[in-house]
């Protein structure tokens, strides 16, 4: 719910606080469709990250009434909160800005619903990141890259081999190689571990096949434990994921354990390469003693 208030000040300020032109393109352009992938993201511009975002079409579909009727009680609750703030009544003066703001904060709820992307941790409750590429992936439960947010950034890694042509996704809770006694989500999900049709049943029955380890794969499977002594472990437990997927053992038990130490290695490394970057970045801004 935060998202909808960040979303629409990020677009104020990336207006220079012209509320009139932003009010200019944002009530002609309001979920008109958008293509993230025309960014220039080398250079990314705040004011083009905001407009793609701004003109996103959520699917009429997805949600509930109930989470709409809960989108326009924090938009009316923000809307009040804010328009206390001196700053904010000196830039929102009028009526129409005010029935603007108020309206603009219901249409990026809608987006956030859609697209923002979130990750639980026990340490820092839930994160939360717009991404205007990384929102375009869908979910599965049988997910093919994971999407790790950490220090205000967000990385797409991917987990296993992705054939030419599948669609790239990631997971919305738990994978089916972590489960954690069910999700509940508030659309329905037609991943192929959901699915009630044959690819479902497909998908089921490779899970559950007992797979012999051939001599090849026992023997690559080795060279890499012993590797992994003096090599990095990630990098070690990537190539074993990799091996695991050419023998045929994907989404077998074996390939669903290597999966989730990978996925929690992943994800420690991650967070160890980033506090390693703050801390340097900090030493820089600290003058020099005499």
């Known amino acids: 719910m935060m998202a909808m208030a960040r979303l629409f000040f990020y677009g104020l300020t990336a207006f220079n606080d012209d509320v009139t032109e932003m009010m200019k393109y944002c009530m002609a352009n309001a979920a008109v ?29 997805q949600g509930s009434s109930d989470l709409d009727h809960s989108l326009k009680l924090h938009a009316a609750t923000f809307y009040s909160i804010f328009m ?16 603007f703001m108020l309206r603009c904060l219901l249409i990026h ?4 619903k859609s697209l923002l992307l979130n990750q639980g941790n026990e340490s820092e409750g839930c994160l939360g990141i717009f991404s205007p590429i990384a929102s375009l992936l869908n979910h599965s439960c049988d997910p093919n890259v994971t999407a790790q947010i950490d220090s205000g950034s967000i990385k797409v890694i991917v987990l296993r081999p ?47 096949k007992v797979r012999p380890i051939s001599r090849k794969a026992a023997r690559e ?41 990978y996925y929690n290695t992943l994800y420690e490394v991650l967070r160890s390469e980033n506090a390693k970057l703050n801390r340097a970045k900090a030493l820089q801004c600290v003058p020099n003693s005499v």
């Open 109 to 112: 709820g809608r987006v956030a």
């Open 33 to 61: 469709g958008s293509n993230p992938l025309e960014l220039d993201l080398t250079k990314p511009n705040p004011l083009d990250v905001f407009k793609v975002l701004h003109q996103f079409k959520p699917n009429p579909g």
């Open 162 to 208: 992705i054939r030419k042509g599948d669609q790239i996704c990631t997971s919305c809770a738990s994978a089916w190689w972590d489960d954690n006694g069910g999700t509940k989500f508030d659309f329905q999900c037609m991943c192929v571990v959901c699915d009630q049709g044959p690819e479902g049943a497909k998908w089921r029955k490779a899970r559950n």
């Open 84 to 99: 206390k703030n001196p700053l904010v009544q000196s830039i929102i003066r009028t009526k129409a800005q005010r029935n």
């Open 221 to 261: 499977l080795e060279d890499i434990a012993l590797e992994g002594l003096e090599t990095h472990e990630l990098l070690m437990m990537q190539r074993m994921v990799q091996t695991l997927v050419r023998d045929g053992h994907y989404p077998g038990e074996l390939f669903g354990e290597t999966m989730l130490d």
